[in-house]
T-cell receptor, first 112, second 113 residues
């Protein structure tokens, strides 16, 4: 079945460590996005990519990095520079010519 | 970034009641989307709106693209238990595609027995 797969579902990280969240889609979508969700808040855009080998910062990019080497994949690295990394991270992709974003099931990252 | 104000923040209703929520922006959007999120899951797209004044239905859900392009409304008729969750509006400045979305803060819907 087509869709967006995020892994892992739950992730625990020690302070000072980098961690990479996976996002894969088989929808043949050009654009992919990473959002962060905190309790009581909406989704805030971290990074987005409209084409392979190109990406742009969103509203809260500091402490994060991404790559887009393949159309299907858009991994997010949460670096040690991110001061408050505990959150629910959502990956999405969208269709060419449309703005409807389709989401994965999310990764809940907890810093311990 | 831009802000979308969504209201109400939470709703407590009885099964069978109708629900109304809205989303307003300080600037114009040319795309409005409505999503529903269940706990611990990613948001699921409910309705997409691309034209000012547009009224679109998806089963018991009806959404409207405000004529000013600065607001949108979502109505749910005859609520049922599976309607429980958080509803988010989202807007995009253009309707050319692959546009980044701005999300509202959500409306949490709870059905009381």
């Amino acid at each position: 079945d087509g869709g967006i797969t995020q892994s892992p579902k739950y992730l625990f990280r020690k302070e000072g460590q980098n961690v990479t969240l996976s996002c894969e889609q088989n929808l043949n979508h050009d654009a992919m996005y990473w959002y962060r969700q905190d309790p009581g808040q909406g989704l805030r855009l971290i990074y987005y990519s409209q084409i392979v080998n190109d990406f742009q910062k969103g509203d809260i990019a500091e402490g994060y990095s991404v790559s887009r080497e393949k159309k299907e994949s858009f991994p997010l690295t949460v670096t040690s520079a991110q001061k408050n990394p505990t959150a629910f991270y959502l990956c999405a992709s969208s269709t060419v010519g449309g703005n409807e974003a389709f989401f994965g099931q999310g990764t809940r990252l907890t810093v311990v | 970034g831009q802000q979308l104000n969504q209201s109400p923040q939470s709703m407590f209703i009885q099964e069978g009641e109708d629900v109304s929520m809205n989303c307003t922006s300080s600037s114009i959007f040319n795309t409005w989307l409505w999503y529903k999120q269940d706990p611990g899951e990613g948001p699921v797209l409910l309705i997409a709106l691309y034209k000012a004044g547009e009224l679109t239905s998806n089963g018991r859900l009806t959404a409207q693209f405000g004529i000013t392009r600065k607001d949108s409304f979502l109505n749910i008729s005859a609520s049922i238990p599976s309607d429980v969750g958080i509803y988010f509006c989202a807007g995009a400045i253009s309707n050319f595609g692959n546009e980044k979305l701005t999300f509202g803060t959500g409306t949490r819907l709870t059905i009381i027995p």
